[in-house]
């Protein structure tokens, strides 16, 4: 069973940064996309920013200029550097994989907790 092992969250004050890290423990057949969700207490998990092998990239528009996602394909592995950070940017952060040929698969971390002092 693959599994997806983040590290890299934490505290952080306003204004300050922090990089997520997310690795596939073992290969994924077919892997295509990995990315970036949230879900802030109270809140439905939303997505942050995904990759896909080809390097095609989406943010949602609240994080669009403060963080930046990467990949490096040959270690299964997906970044997520947050610059610039809000209080509202505090939830916890869920790494996904998605892949699959003829049966799609996709794959979820436990979660990193992100808090963002004012």
């Known amino acids: 069973q693959v599994q997806l092992v983040e590290s890299g969250g934490g505290l952080v004050q306003a204004g300050g940064s922090l990089r997520l890290s997310c690795a596939a423990s073992?290969?994924?057949?077919?892997?295509?996309?990995m990315g970036w969700y949230r879900q802030a207490p109270g809140k439905e998990r939303e997505l942050v920013a995904d990759?896909?092998?080809?390097?095609?990239?989406n943010y949602v528009d609240s994080v669009k200029g403060r963080f930046t996602i990467s990949r490096d394909n040959a270690k299964n592995t997906v970044y997520l550097q947050m610059n610039s950070l809000k209080p509202e940017d505090t939830a916890v952060y869920y790494c996904?994989?998605?892949?699959?040929?003829?049966?799609?698969?996709?794959?979820w971390g436990k979660g990193t907790l992100v808090t963002v002092s004012p």
């Open positions: 996904n994989a998605k892949g699959g040929y003829s049966v799609p698969v996709e794959y």
């Open positions: 990759i896909t092998n080809g390097g095609g990239i």
């Open positions: 073992k290969f994924i057949l077919g892997l295509n996309t």
